[in-house]
């Protein structure tokens, strides 16, 4: 255990302060999880994908949009490549598997941009 948090100690003086705040937001979500996650690192994102979530919550039942939509977290937006974070890996291939195209056209919708989306845990 002690040769990882050194290891990561090391990596974590190489990084600049907005990588820090991505890494340390996910850390207090990963130790919080009942907690709702607040955390962003681009709030050109989380405006987009609130718009997008709008479309989305119309096409979706309650139930499922609350387990799987309502967590998601806008991190990160660059040209046409939006990174969202989620709670586990299973809810990552869920959300790869049954929602990619939906997601992709509220995003287009909303922007009329063709957006690459990436999940992360």
């Not at 996650?37 to 096409?59: F, G, H, Q, S, T």
Request: neutral net charge.
């Amino acid at each position: 255990m002690k040769n990882k948090k050194e290891e990561i100690n090391s990596l974590l003086d190489q990084l600049d302060e907005d990588s820090l705040d991505i890494i340390l937001d996910l850390i207090k979500r990963r130790l919080k999880k009942d907690e709702k996650k607040n955390y962003l690192a681009n709030p050109d994102a989380k405006k987009i994908w609130d718009k997008a979530c709008e479309l989305i919550r119309v096409e979706l039942n309650e139930v499922s949009y609350n387990t799987w939509i309502k967590n998601i977290v806008p991190v990160e937006i660059k040209g046409n490549k939006i990174k969202l974070g989620v709670e586990s890996e299973f809810h990552k291939v869920i959300l790869e598997g049954r929602y990619m195209k939906l997601f992709k056209s509220a995003l287009f919708y909303v922007t009329d941009i063709d957006f690459e989306i990436e999940f992360f845990v």
